[in-house]
């Protein structure tokens, strides 16, 4: 039993010190965007670079455990927004605009997710690759959008794979428009909104929503 408890509390201690690793990380990135580098992240933690590889491996590890810390969050909020209570256009409307509040409220940590410093040598931090990264959490994102349209809404006979279809197309189109307008803000948030909603509403206006399912 004493070694169950012991076993219980170095776990809890690994994660608490893997999470206050993070928070450092994030302060950093949000400081250094994609220039963010392991010596600067280790030193805002107050420890040494090679305690930091021994937590995360390489900034390879790093990056996927920002990835998932903010993917997580976004996807709560991008749920939050589907399930409101609201017409569907709106609740279409305000998933964008989720997406993209997001990452104009933190462009430095978007920048450091999915675009590499245009001044770093990848060889400087063992061969990390953003766009290597980047892309499964693209991914990630594409696969629970489509879990949330098939369980919501009913497109008939391949209802599924057409869901996929879009789940991903939606997060390609997101991805896409919100990295143009944020690095050239050529419209307002609530234009680029309305338009990339008027793009999308097109069948999804006209679908069913399922049985008994939440809605859409």
Not at 59 to 80: E, N, P, Q, V
């Amino acid at each position: 039993m004493e070694t169950t408890r012991q076993a219980e509390r170095q776990r809890t201690a690994a994660e608490n010190r893997r999470r206050e690793l993070l928070e450092a990380a994030d302060r950093v990135v949000l400081r250094d965007g994609p220039g963010a580098s392991m010596n600067a992240i280790a030193a805002e933690a107050g420890i040494t670079k090679p305690i930091l590889y021994r937590h995360f491996g390489d900034k390879g590890g790093l990056y996927r455990a920002l990835a998932k810390r903010h993917t997580d969050a976004l996807l709560i909020a991008l749920r939050a927004a589907l399930d409101a209570p609201a017409e569907r256009r709106q609740r279409v409307e305000s998933t964008l605009d989720t997406y993209l509040a997001a990452i104009e409220a933190r462009p430095q940590v978007y920048r450091f997710l999915m675009h590499p410093a245009d001044d770093a040598a990848p060889s400087t931090e063992q061969g990390f690759d953003v766009g290597r990264h980047s892309a499964p959490l693209l991914r990630r994102l594409g696969e629970e959008l489509a879990l949330v349209i098939a369980e919501r809404v009913d497109l008939g006979p391949d209802s599924e794979a057409t869901a996929r279809i879009w789940g991903h197309g939606i997060v390609g189109m997101m991805h896409a428009a919100g990295d143009w307008w944020l690095g050239e803000r050529p419209c307002s948030r609530e234009q680029l909104v309305r338009s990339l909603a008027d793009l999308l509403w097109g069948r999804l206006s006209a679908a069913q929503d399922r049985p008994g399912g939440p809605g859409f």
